[in-house]
């Protein structure tokens, strides 16, 4: 196994069940994805302190993605599905991501999340997305929880970070129905 891959292990390990176990316990609110109904995690003193203010992206943000941070990476994410460019949303991702997505297979690669995407673009081209925290964790990796309104769904969404070169790139992705 890699060191790349040890480490993304080692941090879904550590955030998944914080993040699992947060969304069992917050019932039908929104809470648990910012945070409050979430134990400490191991690593809490190698992250930097989280935004304060959740942000509305919007299409015409600039943020592209593989941004410099998290954050915009993830905006740049939000922009490439509402503007329909499928070439920009995979490449928001890294070679070797993972996106579960509600509703639908797993897919993991390059070519499997082009495909989960393109059959969605569609019905995300009119959602809105709201980034609820990001913390950086340590040097290579990082954190963003967002939540999402996509017709009648309202959508919690998790994204794991990776740093690729000087760009961040998604490295996993989760999403699923808010309660």
Same mark, same amino acid.
Request: hydrophobic letters at 40%; charged letters at 20%; aromatic letters at 4%.
């Given at each position: 196994?890699?060191?790349?891959?040890?480490?993304?292990?080692?941090?879904?390990?550590?955030?998944?069940?914080?993040?699992?176990?947060? /969304?069992?316990?917050?019932?039908?609110?929104?809470?648990?994805?910012?945070?409050?109904?979430?134990?400490?995690?191991?690593?809490?003193? !190698?992250?930097?302190?989280? %935004?304060?203010?959740?942000?509305?992206?919007?299409?015409?943000?600039t943020a592209s993605p593989g941004a410099a941070e998290p954050r915009s990476?993830?905006? /740049?994410? *939000?922009?490439?599905?509402?503007?329909?460019?499928?070439?920009?949303?995979?490449?928001? *991702?890294?070679?070797?991501?993972?996106?579960?997505?509600?509703?639908?297979?797993?897919?993991?690669?390059?070519?499997?999340?082009?495909?989960?995407?393109? /059959?969605?673009?569609?019905? !995300?081209?009119?959602?809105?997305?709201?980034? %609820? %925290?990001?913390?950086?964790?340590?040097?290579?990796?990082?954190?963003?929880?967002?939540?999402?309104?996509?017709?009648?769904?309202?959508?919690?969404?998790?994204?794991?970070?990776?740093?690729d070169g000087e760009q961040w790139k998604i490295s996993h992705y989760m999403?699923?129905?808010? /309660?």
């Amino acid at each position: 196994m890699s060191t790349i891959s040890q480490r993304r292990a080692l941090l879904m390990a550590a955030i998944i069940p914080a993040m699992l176990l947060a /969304g069992c316990s917050a019932g039908s609110g929104t809470q648990a994805m910012k945070g409050a109904a979430s134990p400490a995690t191991p690593t809490e003193d !190698m992250m930097s302190p989280p %935004e304060e203010t959740p942000t509305e992206t919007d299409a015409t943000d600039t943020a592209s993605p593989g941004a410099a941070e998290p954050r915009s990476a993830v905006e /740049g994410f *939000f922009n490439a599905l509402k503007s329909g460019n499928l070439d920009q949303v995979a490449g928001a *991702f890294a070679d070797d991501a993972v996106v579960a997505v509600d509703g639908q297979a797993t897919a993991e690669g390059t070519d499997a999340i082009r495909t989960l995407f393109q /059959g969605k673009l569609n019905e !995300m081209k009119q959602a809105t997305h709201t980034i %609820e %925290e990001d913390r950086t964790l340590g040097t290579e990796d990082a954190v963003v929880t967002a939540t999402s309104q996509q017709g009648q769904a309202n959508l919690r969404e998790l994204f794991l970070l990776t740093k690729d070169g000087e760009q961040w790139k998604i490295s996993h992705y989760m999403n699923n129905q808010a /309660g």
